[in-house]
């Protein structure tokens, strides 16, 4: 028996010093409320909201939000806190004012920050992590459950960016106990040191890409926030965010018009985003994702006329409503015309959502190809090819043939910048050299490539797609997949030996 006494006094000591160690450290924030200085970001879902519910009657006016709304500047309001989060989506906006007007949280005024998030990702998605756990009065997560994920989580990385991080300059400030703004102190003072360096950083050439389709999820949480909004004579101001023009353009546009579109048929907004002389100008941004104050600063004089004077430039911030969102969405699209590469991505992916064909004429591929250098990458696998069925009733009707063609596979390339720019298969006829192309579209989850890589940039460049392809001709056909950005054709050297036989029986 005594070795199952040493066995638990052993588990005891383990968990017991897990738990000192979390509660000492505390990366995330939760066991210690004043997180001031920090080299990550702590869970501010559960940090400012805890802030919030243990003084109720102290803020009445919020701005919601992703991170990218961390720089509205409401520390020009009175009684205004940012109640921004990374990757907020709309649901998990309106789970947090419910909980607030549950606990006698007394809103007067709402400034909710909406851009491709917003329908990309789903709320349901957060629940699992550390950073982004929500506070247990939205979530209804026991106490207990809350505290156990952080008493008792193993040590990452992260836990020695906390242990070794000096408080000075280059960490970054929340003010948690006041405004809940952040303060990029090292950012900021990078940028006076030498803006030359800053806006003709290579970071700007790269954007994160989100993948998803949670559009309707989106919209319905919005028409909710509106309704509750009135309910609670809330005065409510919906936005979109001022998008740098890398992470704009690196958007599917047609997905971004549609919500648009909807949005406009559940409340007014103001439209920061487009092709306009703030998100042209990197001076204005962090990174291709984040907008500094003085951006945030001109979008809060636009929603707020009554209350400050706007001294933005005039192009920057329309109002959209149900009846301008037509005029508004067209002229969005004329300002794409400098990026011919841009507005035929868009063209062929309205095609796809309207539920029409999603394959490249052969004069859209010359526009897509032609002077650019090509390159061979081994960042790539075609996993799999099938045919599926041959119809050969529709031969005898048409004349024609018919062939149902599976492709499976990721791709990636050396830059990670514009993952979402056109992504072509083509199926070439070995015997009559014949060429037949598909566009595809990159984007489902690969988390084996991303964990063979260690890089999550990697996570979304798997492809799995299926065709319908007529006037296919008996035979053995070479596939090949391509990727094709604004300068390089970027070819698959794995795949050029990858064959496929297509037979009518």
Not at 287 to 305: C, I, Q, T, W, Y
């Amino acid at each position: 028996m005594a070795w199952i006494a040493t066995f638990i006094s052993g588990c005891l000591f383990t968990w017991g010093g897990l738990a000192i160690y979390n509660y000492s450290f505390d990366p995330y924030g939760v066991f210690k409320e004043n997180i001031e200085y920090t080299v990550i970001e702590p869970n501010l879902s559960f940090v400012k909201v805890n802030h919030i519910l243990n003084q109720p009657k102290r803020y009445k006016t919020f701005s919601l939000g992703s991170s990218r709304v961390s720089h509205v500047g409401l520390s020009r309001l009175e009684d205004a806190y940012s109640l921004n989060l990374a990757e907020a989506v709309p649901e998990e906006n309106l789970r947090i004012i419910r909980t607030l007007l549950e606990h006698n949280v007394q809103i007067k005024e709402i400034l909710l920050g909406l851009d491709d998030i917003s329908y990309l990702v789903s709320a349901d998605q957060h629940t699992d992590f550390h950073r982004l756990r929500p506070h247990p009065e939205v979530s209804g997560e026991s106490w207990w459950q809350f505290y156990k994920e952080y008493a008792f989580r193993t040590p990452t990385d992260i836990d020695k960016a906390r242990i070794f991080a000096w408080r000075s300059s280059d960490i970054f400030q929340y003010d948690i106990q006041n405004t809940g703004r952040l303060f990029a102190i090292r950012n900021e003072s990078a940028i006076n040191k030498d803006p030359q360096r800053h806006i003709t950083h290579e970071k700007f050439l790269t954007s994160y890409h989100y993948e998803g389709e949670y559009l309707s999820e989106g919209i319905e949480a919005i028409t909710k926030i509106v309704k509750l909004c009135r309910d609670n004579n809330i005065q409510l101001h919906v936005f979109i965010n001022p998008l740098y023009i890398t992470t704009y353009l690196n958007t599917k546009l047609a997905q971004f018009s549609r919500f648009r579109r909807e949005l406009a048929q559940v409340t007014d907004f103001v439209d920061f985003s487009g092709v306009n002389s703030i998100t042209t100008n990197s001076l204005n941004y962090y990174e291709a994702s984040h907008f500094r104050p003085n951006v945030g600063d001109m979008m809060l004089e636009k929603m707020l006329p009554e209350k400050l004077t706007y001294t933005g430039p005039e192009d920057f911030g329309r109002r959209v409503n149900s009846e301008n969102i037509d005029k508004h969405i067209a002229a969005l699209e004329q300002e794409l015309a400098p990026y011919p590469d841009v507005i035929l991505r868009n063209k062929i992916y309205q095609r796809y959502i309207e539920g029409k064909t999603n394959y490249a004429s052969a004069a859209e591929l010359k526009q897509l190809t032609e002077k650019k250098e090509v390159n061979q990458t081994q960042l790539c696998s075609l996993d799999e090819i099938s045919v599926l069925r041959t119809n050969t009733l529709y031969q005898k009707l048409s004349g024609n043939h018919l062939a149902n063609i599976k492709v499976r596979g990721w791709m990636g390339k050396a830059s990670h910048a514009n993952l979402s720019d056109h992504f072509i298969v083509s199926f070439k006829h070995k015997q009559s050299g014949k060429r037949i192309y598909r566009y595809s579209y990159r984007g489902t989850a690969r988390p084996d490539v991303a964990a063979f890589f260690k890089d999550d940039n990697m996570l979304y460049t798997g492809f799995d797609s299926t065709w319908e392809i007529t006037d296919m001709e008996p035979g053995d056909y070479s596939v090949n997949i391509m990727l094709v950005d604004s300068k390089e054709v970027h070819t698959c050297s794995s795949s050029s030996d990858k064959m496929m036989n297509i037979k009518w029986i």
